[in-house]
Every structure is written in C-alpha cells, then in structure tokens.
Nanobody, 121 residues
Framework: VQLQASGGGLVQPGGSLSISCAAS????????MAWYRQAPGKQRELVANITRDGTAVYDDSVKGRFTISRDNANKMSYLHMNDLKPEDTAIYYC????????????????WGQGTLVTVSS
C-alpha cells in the first residue's frame, strides 16, 4: 500500500473531523496530493487538491468548510473538515502523484484504500 488513509468515523452534522494520508517511504517525491470521495451510488469526485508548493483548490461543495494541507518532509496530507453535512458522508480516498525511488524517471499515480466518514445524528 503506497498511501494509507486514516481518521474517518462518525460525526454529527455541524461537527468537525480531520483525516490524514501517509505516503510510503518507497515514494521519493510527491507532487500534487488530493482527496477524493465516493458516496453510495455515486461516482468518485475530487474534493480538494494541493500542489507541492501549497496551492490548494476545492470543489465548490466544500469551499469554506474543508482545508487540505500537507507535510512534505513527512510525506503526509490532511483534510480538515468543518461544518460537516449529511451529504458529506462518503468514503474518502487520498491520491497523489509521485515518483518512487525504484523508478525515478516516471510519474506514478497512487491511491489510498479509503476511509469512511459518516455524518449523521
């Protein structure tokens, strides 16, 4: 597993939750890192993306409520979620583009296994 997501759980509407993504030590350099989510019966969608220098973009549905961040030294990304709504319920997947030590010429796309976030009272 090249990316490991963690931190999901059950939270009440209006609550907050942070999830994190740890990249494998096999990955030499991480470029864009992102969070996607997939709700039941829906397609996977991009939630937020952050470049290596920290420029972030968000889906309109989460702007002002979610914040993506990263720690380049520790090869981590985070998604801080505030004012959660029932429609935020989904499996959240971390994603990254990077190069492994074993093949530094090519750019790979990595996916985590997903972490479930449930927003319900």
């Amino acid at each position: 597993v090249q990316l490991q997501a963690s931190g999901g759980g059950l939270v009440q509407p209006g609550g907050s939750l942070s999830i994190s993504c740890a990249a494998s030590t096999n990955i030499a350099i991480l470029y864009d890192m992102a969070w996607y989510r997939q709700a039941p019966g829906k397609q996977r969608e991009l939630v937020a993306n952050i470049t290596r220098d920290g420029t972030a973009v968000y889906d309109d549905s989460v702007k002002g409520r979610f914040t993506i961040s990263r720690d380049n030294a520790n090869k981590m990304s985070y998604l801080h979620m505030n004012d959660l709504k029932p429609e935020d319920t989904a499996i959240y997947y971390c994603n990254a583009q990077g190069t492994p030590y074993s093949d530094p010429i090519y750019l790979y796309e990595y996916w985590g296994q997903g972490t479930l976030v449930t927003v319900s009272s």
